[in-house]
Each structure stands twice: as structure tokens, then as C-alpha cells.
């Protein structure tokens, strides 16, 4: 008998199973009916909870959202101690979660999911962004309006580049270098925010 039935959260064990092929084989590199199997139920009843493998993908990512808008506003902290501080520390809470929850991070990020064919990963999905683009607006609050640039770009910016450290020196990718990917954020931050007038030029 499989001993899927008798799971006491069939959906969350599905999500787990996704979630050690999604760290093995990649978000596009295994199929639902292999998912069951990893749970141990039929493919059956696979579908009771999901309706497809992007279906499994987006509730896999959902969970990595929510996990990560949490972690961002731990790192932002109202503010605290500094704007600057805050700014900084969730970029380095980026880096965290995606060295602490990889399969999350693939799902969310290169699973090819659009979040507008999800609506309730697309909510949980801004909790994360709202929290940069708060940390943003933090940096120039006595700047001129007319010279403020939008949050909304900035939070883009340094999403990126986060991202881009993640790929090429936390993930195996080609990439080599001598200094920790923390360090590496930290400075394109810093040669960013002066590049918009917001840090004072080094000595």
C-alpha cells in the first residue's frame, strides 16, 4: 500500500519531493508522475492537490516568497540602525536565502512561472519588492523630489545585481573570485548609491 495516503499534509509532502528534485535536477528537470513517486502516492493523487507540474512549481514557490518577504523585513528592521544599514542588509539577506533555501530560490526565479497567471504568488511574490523599495526610499528621504529616483527602479537594480551575484560566484557558475559574495554586493551597492549622488565619493 503506498504510505502516501496516510500522509498527514499530502499537499506539503508533494511540495517537499519538488523541492529535493528541483535541488537535483533543476526546476525543469522532472515530472510530476516523478514527484509521486519521491512522495511515495500514485500520480493520482497528484492531482487532487495540483493540476500540473507549473501548478506544483508556484506553490513551491509561493512558500519560497513568503520565507523570503520574511526574511527581508527581518534584515530591514524598520530602518534600524541606519537607512544605509538597512539598505545593505537586505541585499545581504538576498544572498542568505538563496544559499540557505536553493530549491526556493530556483523555483522562484527560474521555474518560467508568470506571475500573472498566479495571482496568489504574484501577492506574496511583492511583499519582498515592497520591502527593498521601502529600504530605498529610507536613503533620500532629504533629497530634493525632483532629484529622487523611483524606488521601484532601484529596487530593480539592486535585485539584479544581487541576483547576478548569486549566479555567477554562490551557484557554481563560471565565475571566479577572491572576495566573499557578500563583500562583492556590498561594494556594487556602495559604487551604485554614490553613482546617484546618495554616498559621499571615497578618499
Same mark, same amino acid.
Given at each position: 500500500?503506498?504510505?502516501? #495516503? =496516510? =500522509?498527514?499534509?499530502?499537499?506539503?509532502?508533494?511540495?517537499? @519531493?519538488?523541492?529535493?528534485?528541483?535541488? !537535483?535536477?533543476?526546476?525543469?528537470?522532472?515530472?510530476?508522475?516523478?514527484?509521486?513517486?519521491?512522495? &511515495?502516492?500514485?500520480?493520482?493523487?497528484? #492531482?487532487? =492537490?495540483?493540476?500540473?507540474?507549473?501548478?506544483? %512549481?508556484?506553490?513551491?514557490?509561493?512558500?519560497? #516568497?513568503?520565507?523570503?518577504?520574511?526574511?527581508?523585513?527581518?534584515?530591514?528592521? *524598520? *530602518?534600524?540602525?541606519?537607512?544605509?544599514?538597512?539598505? !545593505?542588509?537586505?541585499?545581504?539577506?538576498?544572498?542568505?536565502?538563496?544559499?540557505? #533555501?536553493?530549491?526556493?530560490?530556483? @523555483?522562484?526565479?527560474?521555474?518560467?512561472?508568470? /506571475?500573472?497567471?498566479?495571482? !496568489?504568488?504574484?501577492?506574496?511574490?511583492?511583499?519582498?519588492?515592497?520591502? %527593498?523599495?521601502?529600504?530605498?526610499?529610507?536613503?533620500?528621504?532629504?533629497?530634493?523630489?525632483?532629484?529622487?529616483?523611483?524606488?521601484?527602479?532601484?529596487?530593480? =537594480?539592486?535585485?539584479?545585481?544581487?541576483? *547576478?551575484?548569486?549566479?555567477?560566484?554562490?551557484?557554481?557558475?563560471?565565475?571566479?573570485?577572491?572576495?566573499?559574495?557578500?563583500?562583492? /554586493? !556590498?561594494?556594487?551597492?556602495?559604487?551604485?548609491?554614490? *553613482? /546617484?549622488?546618495?554616498?559621499?565619493? &571615497?578618499?
Amino acid at each position: 500500500m503506498k504510505r502516501g #495516503y =496516510h =500522509h498527514g499534509n499530502l499537499r506539503q509532502a508533494l511540495v517537499e @519531493a519538488a523541492l529535493q528534485l528541483i535541488e !537535483e535536477t533543476g526546476p525543469q528537470g522532472f515530472t510530476l508522475s516523478e514527484a509521486a513517486k519521491l512522495a &511515495d502516492v500514485t500520480p493520482a493523487a497528484v #492531482y487532487r =492537490h495540483f493540476a500540473g507540474r507549473d501548478q506544483l %512549481l508556484a506553490e513551491v514557490a509561493r512558500q519560497g #516568497y513568503d520565507i523570503f518577504g520574511a526574511l527581508m523585513e527581518f534584515a530591514y528592521d *524598520g *530602518g534600524k540602525p541606519s537607512a544605509l544599514a538597512a539598505f !545593505e542588509a537586505t541585499g545581504r539577506a538576498y544572498l542568505a536565502f538563496a544559499r540557505k #533555501y536553493p530549491g526556493h530560490y530556483k @523555483a522562484m526565479f527560474e521555474a518560467g512561472l508568470r /506571475l500573472a497567471d498566479h495571482p !496568489e504568488l504574484a501577492q506574496v511574490a511583492a511583499r519582498s519588492r515592497e520591502v %527593498l523599495e521601502k529600504a530605498a526610499e529610507g536613503l533620500w528621504a532629504n533629497m530634493a523630489p525632483g532629484r529622487r529616483p523611483p524606488a521601484s527602479m532601484v529596487s530593480a =537594480h539592486v535585485r539584479a545585481m544581487s541576483h *547576478g551575484v548569486v549566479e555567477l560566484y554562490m551557484r557554481g557558475g563560471d565565475g571566479a573570485s577572491p572576495f566573499a559574495p557578500e563583500d562583492l /554586493l !556590498e561594494a556594487g551597492i556602495g559604487i551604485y548609491l554614490r *553613482g /546617484l549622488g546618495l554616498l559621499p565619493p &571615497d578618499r
